[in-house]
């Protein structure tokens, strides 16, 4: 199984629309983040994580599954950082694969040593847009699949009996 495990602010601080929407609203952002990785999860399969700083968000600990993503606000006094650095040594084992996606240089050479992989907010963005592309791809391509009957019939007699199904004269 594979785990993306995702650090919310630092992908909302480096991808282009999320930066841009963050001025405005910094709630749009989150919810928009988590419709992306949604489709991510949905055309890749993987289970998603993704954690906020408790200092967006005051209270306790909460956790939220949103379109099968996982959504976790830390503690007060917990940053993303450690709940990360916690996950991933929680989640690895033999039957898993983990990648964080931070740009966090200082958080990257912690994965590493627990033996999850990483990915920049970058190459996670990059991945995105590529998914959305091919979902693109695939709709447009399933919208193109033309009937084709099991008996060979012209296009005249076909049409005729076209009009006739939907009860046009």
């Known amino acids: 199984m594979i785990v993306l495990i995702v650090d919310g602010y630092n992908m909302i601080g480096s991808w282009p629309e999320l930066k841009r929407l963050k001025e405005k609203d910094l709630s749009q952002a989150r919810d928009l983040l988590v419709q992306m990785l949604a489709e991510y999860q949905s055309y890749t399969g993987g289970r998603i994580i993704v954690v906020f700083d408790a200092y967006h968000v005051r209270g306790l600990v909460k956790k939220q599954l949103t379109n099968k993503i996982e959504i976790i606000y830390t503690k007060e006094n917990e940053t993303a950082d450690e709940r990360i650095e916690k996950l991933a040594g929680e989640l690895n084992d033999v039957r898993t694969q983990v990648y964080v996606a931070t740009s966090d240089y200082a958080e990257q050479r912690t994965i590493f040593a627990q033996g999850a992989f990483r990915k920049s907010a970058r190459e996670l963005y990059i991945e995105v847009k590529n998914i959305e592309q091919q979902i693109k791809k695939d709709v447009e391509s399933r919208n193109q699949v033309q009937y ?16 006739w199904r939907r009860g046009d004269k």
Do not use: A, L, S
């Open 148 to 163: 084709q009957p099991k008996i060979p019939i012209k296009k005249e007699v076909r049409d005729i009996f076209e009009k």
